[in-house]
Structures are given as C-alpha cells and as structure tokens.
C-alpha cells in the first residue's frame, strides 16, 4: 500500500486496507456512489476529509474476460501506484490535478486488482455535466486551453483527456483528473511533445464533438473550440492547429 499519512491520520492505523473497501465508508455512513466512466468510483465524506475512492476497472473488449483484473507484471507497473506516483509528483509542482491519499493492490497468481483514493475537487463538475446545461464563455474555454498547455510544458502526457476529466468549480478554477495511463515525457523530444501534445487535443476535441452532439449548437463550436487553443498559445505553446 501507498498512502500519506499526512492526510489519513489515525485512519491509516485504525482502518489499514478497509480504507479501500465501500463497506467500510458505508458502515460509517460516510458514501455516496458516483458515476465515473470505467472505474468504479465513491465519493468519501468523512469529516473534514473530502475524497474518491476508485476502483480500476477494464474498458473494450478485455472488460468482457477481466472485468478489474489485470496481468502482474512487478509493483512498479501496478497501475494505481503508477498514478499516485504521478499525481504526487504533479501536485508537488504545483500542477492543477487532485492530490493522492492511498493506493493499493491484491494479487492473485499473476493477475492482480487495485484501488486508488485521492482528494476530491471541492465544488467542481465535469466540463461535459456544465455544457449540457449552459454555454461556456469565451473566458473559461481560454482557461481550459491554458490550464492544458501548463501540462504539456511540464510535459504531462494525458492517456485520456476527455470532457469528462476537466473540471471546472463555482469559481471558474479548471482541473484535470484521471491519470491511469498518464506519463512525464521525456523533456528533450521536441519533435515527440508535438506528437503526442497534439493526440491530446485531438481526443479532447473529439469528445466535446461527442458530448454536444444532441446539445444546442452553441454549448461546442469552432469559434469554442479556437479560443481554448488560443489560451492553449498564450502559454507559449504553439501546438493544436
């Protein structure tokens, strides 16, 4: 198990890997399901801790024959220690993602299960949640695209970056969640950033084409869709043509 101490306090000694376990929360009276893509996922309200408790499950094809399990291949590839590690290191560099609490695995053979809890974004919705209810102004497609750019320039590499996985709260402050899969990039592949910079945005584009498919027109447009890169550029970054 990875955890930080920091964070769980006295629940790390009391609780150890129930910690992981929605009957655990439930019990307290301190869980609420959410809907969360592929993983299985809670809300944690206990106290003044606000978390998610996730659970990694399959997508495609594969989720047929193992729904949440996958190959053992050594700790070092367990996919939730691979994203705490991450959020971690992003978080120590001032990065806008949602701090890790606790990770673990339970192998079985050569298969294995893990679970992964982390702060939850106070008073945040899904960009695709905001946009089948209203527009987004000129402003806040700006920040999204800037809130990106700082990723790339620390060169944070998203496996899925999606409409569902920028969030923005009441104040307008954007965050990006879900790491599984996610990496740092080498910093000296110029040519490499602009490859897999420029697949980030195309899959952000192709789900906000998605999600806003049935919505009034004005909820994604091209003119939305120039602005975030706009914000994107004024970093600095001239990708996402």
Request: glycine share 8%; hydrophobic share 45%.
């Amino acid at each position: 198990m990875l955890a930080d101490p920091a964070c769980l306090g006295n629940l790390l000694d009391t609780a150890g890997e129930a910690l992981f376990e929605p009957q655990f929360w439930a019990a307290r009276g301190e869980l609420v399901p959410v809907n969360a893509g592929r993983g299985a996922a809670w809300f944690i309200d206990s106290g003044p801790h606000r978390w998610v408790l996730r659970h990694y499950r399959r997508g495609g094809s594969m989720a047929r024959f193992a729904q949440d399990r996958y190959l053992w291949a050594g700790e070092a590839q367990v996919r939730a220690f691979s994203e705490y590690r991450l959020l971690a290191d992003l978080v120590r560099r001032g990065l806008p993602v949602p701090r890790p609490i606790a990770a673990r695995y339970r192998r079985t053979g050569m298969l294995y299960r893990c679970d992964l809890i982390m702060q939850r974004i106070a008073d945040a919705k899904p960009l695709s949640s905001l946009l089948a209810v209203a527009a987004l102004s000129d402003a806040s497609w700006r920040a999204i695209g800037a809130t990106i750019a700082r990723l790339h320039q620390g060169c944070v590499d998203h496996a899925d970056l999606n409409a569902h996985n920028i969030l923005l709260d009441s104040r307008g402050v954007i965050s990006v969640i879900d790491f599984d899969r996610g990496r740092v990039r080498d910093r000296g592949r110029a040519r490499e950033r602009g490859a897999w910079a420029i697949r980030n945005l195309s899959r952000l584009q192709r789900s906000l084409a998605k999600v806003s498919r049935q919505l009034p027109p004005d909820r994604f447009s091209r003119e939305a869709w120039e602005c975030l890169l706009a914000g994107y550029a004024s970093c600095g970054n001239s990708l996402g043509n």
